[in-house]
């Protein structure tokens, strides 16, 4: 078994690290920032690996959880506003899907890696402008019902119903990929 | 508040975007309601999909080499038992069954395995996935089972529909000759009903697949030493013990 641990971890980086890098960089805007947070990230998984329970979710939503949650950290802790924040704030903006572009064939019931992506971006790039930005603030600007609310200057009630519908029009579109559907 | 105020609570809920108070108050309710913990599981699922819809970007070459130094100096490693419960290395092996086909790939060609060996990788590897779908299924509830804080320990995932647990055990040394540990089903007011007998390898770990008999629900399980072949009723104290919880 010796040895094993850290090709284990190796092999979490290989499969998972692009994502993270990705997630950490959407989130903090900086590179050398995002490369702190995935270091950070993997370094937290390596010492928490007890606390991991798959029964709660894959490894790689874990990771993900991770991630963004010390992404945020970094960034509130430096008092700047997340990236995607301010872009999917602005009302002409595309949101972060807008360099994803958008894939032409239907997803497949074996689903690889790269068409996975793309069916996640366009499903989100899919959605009314409204619902996209407040499902992008609060996953990668971190921010409360009430702070979107305040950052988009909308009545609460009109982002917890926007944020509803994305969600459930995301839930349909991303059917494939979860558990529940494409089988 | 009414059940409609409730289920609005579970997109915010799943995409982290609740305030502590509330997030607290929901996370009590969905203790004690099915419906609401069947959407915020399928909403999580949709929010664990939204990191893809970062745009991709590469990491530094040296991120990698960084990442396992660092944690070679959070935690050396030993040739004999881990300090800590390596779940890591069982998430990763998880991870491995997952990306079989490409390490199994990458591994012939470097090892260059005779087709004997090869044959028998690929049966492990099988079984492995095997595993992998009873733990990661949307219906999977868990136990913890401890003894008291102290090694040693075991986690087990119970697949309902499959009507199969695999249980995962650390630090517990091979039964003495002429013994085996057998793990128990317990549901309240009824008497234990066996699930297996099984024994650790000589380094105190096991990962085993059971079946579950049709019908059978249980609350608790546990784990006791008992003569070789197992015993119609436990004959001693479980030495492990954990409470079955949902897995949402």
Partial sequence: MAGGDERALGELYDRHGEMAYSLALAVAQERADAEEIVADAFGQVWRNAASYDPGRGSVAGWLATITRTRALDLVRARGRRARAME??????????TSTMGAAADPPDRRIERGEARRLVARSLGELPDPQRRVIELAYFGGLSQSEIAAELQEPLGTVKTRMRAGMEKLRGSLAPLLSGGGA | MTDHQWSELAAPYALGALPPDERERFAAHLAECAACRGEVQALREVAALLPDAAPVATPPTGLRD???REARQIRPLRSGR???????????????????????????????????????????LAARDSLIATIFSPDVVTAALAATGKPPSARLFWNQSRRRVVMAVFQLPPASAGR???????????????????????DGRLTVAMEVPPGLTFEVTAVTEEPAGGSPQPTQQ?????KVAPAD
């Fill in chain 2, 82 to 124: 881990a300090p800590v419960i390596p779940w890591l290395a069982a998430a990763a092996s998880l991870v491995l069954a997952v990306g079989f086909g490409y390490v199994y790939l990458r591994e012939r060609a470097a090892l260059q395995q005779t087709s004997a060996a090869l044959a028998a990788k690929t049966d492990s």
């Fill in chain 2, 238 to 242: 479980p030495f492990l013990i954990g």
């Fill in chain 2, 180 to 202: 085996t540990y057998q793990l128990w089903a317990i549901a309240q007011g009824k008497k234990p009903v066996s699930l297996g007998v099984f024994n650790t390898a000589a």
């Fill in chain 2, 66 to 68: 960084r990442i396992l």
């Fill in chain 1, 87 to 96: 872009r999917a704030a602005q009302t002409d903006s595309d949101g972060l």
